[in-house]
């Protein structure tokens, strides 16, 4: 029986390209950036995410830790700096120290209004000068808004934009109250001038005119001008 010859090459073989150096090099350079381009991105998205959550956390420790207003407006000017405990620098202390003042503008706007509230209702009653519950108000405004202007004016800006509406509002309530007061007065002492003038002119004629008048009966009686509209 014949034997069987493998005669071979019935493997085919792979061709590998030949790579110059320059497309080696271009291929690497390829590759290399869009590594760094994905690595960057990750460290943009982390650095974000950490900024986030240090904005998040010295927001929540403002608020947890708020400036009492009483202490602020009764310390110095040096004492009060220190008691912003931010700063301006980094995202932390930025955060910390723009809350801290927010904070503190809003419990001044809500302290301010009471006071102004008791302004109005004591020159409601008491009729205080016009001048001077302007002379009060602005007094108030620029009391408080001086107090945050120093350590930070942005926010003075702004409270001092809320105060100055309120005020206003409270100085047109009086104004418009004494007007209706002194309306109500003009007209009573009008009415009151009127109901005299009338009673002087009842009172010239009383009795002074006389006519004659037939009665129920047809008899003729003589009354004055009282009996003769009220007969």
Same mark, same amino acid.
């Given at each position: 029986?014949a034997?069987?010859i493998?005669?071979?090459?019935l ?5 590998i390209p =030949?790579?110059?150096?320059?497309v080696d090099?271009?291929? %690497?350079?390829?590759?290399y950036?869009t ?8 460290f943009?998205?982390?650095n ?5 959550e240090?904005?998040k ?8 830790? /708020?400036i009492?207003l009483?202490?602020?407006? =009764?310390?110095?000017p040096?004492?009060r700096?220190?008691?912003f405990?931010? *700063?301006?620098?980094?995202?932390f ?6 809350t ?10 809500m %302290?301010?209004?009471?006071q102004? *509230? ?6 409601m ?6 001048e001077?519950?302007?002379? *009060?108000l ?9 107090a945050?202007?120093?350590?930070? /004016?942005e ?6 934009g809320k105060?100055s509406?309120?005020? %206003?509002?409270?100085?047109t309530?009086?104004l418009?109250d ?5 309306n109500k ?6 009415m %009151?001038y009127a ?21 129920q *009966?047809g008899d003729e ?11």
């Amino acid at each position: 029986m014949a034997r069987k010859i493998n005669r071979g090459g019935l493997i085919k073989g792979i061709t590998i390209p =030949n790579f110059s150096a320059g497309v080696d090099q271009q291929v %690497s350079t390829q590759l290399y950036g869009t590594l760094a381009g994905q690595l960057d991105s990750m460290f943009k998205f982390a650095n974000k995410l950490s900024e986030q959550e240090l904005i998040k956390e010295a927001t929540e420790f403002a608020v947890d830790n /708020p400036i009492k207003l009483e202490d602020y407006l =009764n310390a110095n000017p040096t004492e009060r700096a220190e008691m912003f405990q931010g *700063n301006d620098y980094t995202t932390f202390g930025k955060q910390l120290k723009a809350t801290q003042a927010n904070v503190l503008a809003t419990d001044m706007a809500m %302290s301010a209004t009471s006071q102004m *509230n008791t302004i109005k209702a004591e020159a409601m009653l008491n009729d205080t000068d016009m001048e001077i519950v302007e002379q *009060n108000l602005n007094a108030l405004v620029n009391g408080y808004v001086g107090a945050m202007a120093d350590l930070d /004016p942005e926010t003075a800006t702004i409270l001092k934009g809320k105060l100055s509406t309120t005020a %206003s509002s409270k100085y047109t309530t009086v104004l418009d109250d004494r007007i209706t007061n002194i309306n109500k007065a003009r007209k009573a002492e009008a009415m %009151s001038y009127a109901e005299g003038k009338i009673a002087d002119v009842i009172d010239l004629f009383d009795g002074t005119y006389e006519s004659t008048i037939l009665d129920q *009966n047809g008899d003729e009686m003589i009354i004055n001008v009282d009996d003769k509209y009220n007969y």
